[in-house]
């Protein structure tokens, strides 16, 4: 059974924008690539052809999971993957070199102290479309008109 309602309506990432979110994030070996809210898999699915040594798939919408499951499947790159079927605010994200949200506004700002306080310092977080409110992106791109953004989690105080 579903633990709640997904946050957010699903909808899957362009795919011209997936691969310009792993050139920003600059994904190579050895990366460890979770998307929180992972819809269909894509995102991560391209980390791992990008080079990232594995992924992990996050959402709570176990439709999701399975899709994401059948289309790593496909592309051949299952094994390097784990799929969750939980929440994205209480998984533990703390092994991510980068993570990946395309959620919303206030989503990403519930996130934000979990993301600072989970990650090791030196992880990259690339959002599609919304930014982290008052923490300022130290990239932004523009594509299709739409909005990515980088940051690096700084150094613990």
């Known amino acids: 059974a579903q633990i709640r309602a997904p946050d957010v309506h699903y909808e899957?990432?362009?795919?011209?924008?997936?691969?310009d979110m792993m050139d920003l994030a600059a994904v190579r070996s050895g990366d460890v690539v979770y998307d929180l809210g992972c819809g269909d898999g894509r995102n991560v699915i391209a980390a791992i052809k990008a080079g990232a040594a594995r992924g992990?798939?996050?959402?709570?919408?176990?439709?999701?999971?399975?899709?994401?499951?059948?289309?790593?499947?496909?592309?051949?790159?299952?094994?390097?993957?784990?799929?969750?079927?939980?929440?994205?605010?209480?998984?533990?994200?703390?092994?991510?070199?980068?993570?990946i949200l395309f959620?919303?506004?206030?989503?990403?700002?519930?996130?934000?102290?979990?993301?600072?306080?989970?990650?090791?310092?030196?992880?990259?977080?690339?959002?599609?479309?919304?930014?982290?409110g008052d923490w300022p992106a130290e990239k932004t791109i523009e594509v299709g008109g739409y909005r990515v953004f980088l940051w690096t989690v700084p150094a613990k105080r």
């Open 12 to 19: 899957p990432t362009p795919n011209n924008v997936v691969a």
């Open 103 to 132: 959620l919303w506004p206030d989503l990403n700002l519930k996130l934000r102290p979990r993301l600072l306080s989970q990650l090791k310092p030196g992880t990259r977080i690339v959002s599609y479309t919304w930014d982290m």
């Open 56 to 99: 992990v798939c996050v959402d709570i919408d176990p439709v999701r999971i399975r899709e994401s499951r059948a289309n790593a499947l496909a592309a051949g790159v299952a094994e390097r993957i784990r799929f969750v079927e939980g929440d994205l605010f209480t998984t533990d994200i703390g092994d991510a070199s980068v993570v």
